[in-house]
């Protein structure tokens, strides 16, 4: 069984920083391609960034490319998505998902089998 969760959450000021983490269980955890996705409030689930199994391969959306940074920690299962630069429009849940396999990263959410609960990030104007 895999569980994902989030921590790094909160309110912060625009143009400030946020890094989030994600606490992966299992043992394929460096097996897997990681990603990050954000859904704010009345809007569909949508892909924020992307990590390849190794760490070698990072893709972003456009919307967050230049401020944000994916990385991975494979002997402590963990995940980051270091923010910078944040805006008001980056305001929403963000979530962690596992691909299900070793392949991408990729964007679409069919890609991914197990998400965290989510870790609430607003930032105001």
């Known amino acids: 069984q895999v569980q994902l969760a989030e921590s790094g959450g909160g309110l912060v000021q625009a143009g400030g920083s946020l890094r989030l983490s994600c606490a992966a269980s299992?043992?394929?955890?460096?097996?897997?391609?990681m990603g990050w996705f954000r859904q704010a409030l009345g809007k569909e689930r949508d892909f924020v960034a992307g990590?390849?199994?190794?760490?070698?391969?990072?893709l972003y959306a456009d919307s967050v490319k230049g401020r944000f940074t994916i990385s991975r920690d494979n002997a402590k299962n963990m995940v980051y998505l270091q923010m910078n630069s944040l805006k008001p429009e980056d305001t929403a849940v963000y979530y962690c998902a596992r691909q299900g396999d070793y392949g991408g990263p990729y964007t679409g959410t069919p890609w991914y089998d197990y998400w965290g609960q989510g870790t609430q990030v607003t930032v105001s104007s």
């Open positions: 990590i390849s199994w190794s760490g070698g391969t990072t």
């Open positions: 299992g043992r394929t955890f460096s097996m897997h391609g």
